[in-house]
C-alpha cells in the first residue's frame, strides 16, 4: 500500500506561485511514477501532470504546460508541483496519486485517473482574480 498526504495549498492571487507537495510512505517510492490531478465542485476529477519514476519523463495538460512543473526527490520520497502564473481558472482541490505499476509509460496512460491505485486526501488552491 501507499499513503499520500499533500501540502501547500493555499489563497493567492492570479499571477502567483504556489509550490504543492505530495509525500508517500509505505511501498518504495522510486518504483510507482506519480502524477497530480485537480476538481473543482460539479466536474470530474482532470488530469494536471505526470512524472515517471526516475523523474526522466513528464507530461503536462495543456492547461498548465508552460506554467507548472513537476519534480520529484526519491531521497525524500516526495513529489513537487511548482505552479507559476497562477490563474483564477487553476482553483480546485489537488490530489496526488501513485501510478499502478507495470505500464508503459505515455500521455494516455498519465492522463487517465485508472491508471491509479492511491489517492491523498487532496490540497485546496484557490486564485483570487
Known amino acids: 500500500q501507499v499513503q499520500l498526504v499533500e501540502s501547500g495549498g493555499g489563497l493567492v492571487q492570479a499571477g502567483g506561485s504556489l509550490r504543492l507537495s505530495c509525500a508517500a510512505s509505505?511501498?518504495?517510492?522510486?518504483?510507482?511514477?506519480m502524477g497530480w490531478f485537480r476538481q473543482v465542485p460539479g466536474k470530474e476529477r482532470e488530469f494536471v501532470a505526470f512524472?515517471?519514476?526516475?523523474?526522466?519523463?513528464?507530461y503536462s495538460a495543456d492547461s498548465v504546460k508552460g506554467r507548472f512543473t513537476l519534480s520529484r526527490d526519491n531521497a525524500k520520497n516526495t513529489v513537487y508541483l511548482q505552479m507559476n502564473s497562477l490563474k483564477p481558472e487553476d482553483t480546485a482541490v489537488y490530489y496526488c496519486?501513485?501510478?499502478?505499476?507495470?505500464?508503459?509509460?505515455?500521455?494516455?496512460?498519465?492522463?487517465?485517473?485508472?491508471?491509479?491505485?492511491?489517492w491523498g486526501q487532496g490540497t485546496q488552491v484557490t486564485v483570487s482574480s
Open positions: 496519486a501513485s501510478a499502478r505499476p507495470g505500464y508503459a509509460v505515455n500521455y494516455d496512460f498519465a492522463s487517465r485517473i485508472t491508471s491509479y491505485d492511491y
Open positions: 509505505g511501498r518504495a517510492f522510486s518504483t510507482y511514477a
Open positions: 512524472i515517471s519514476r526516475s523523474g526522466a519523463s513528464t
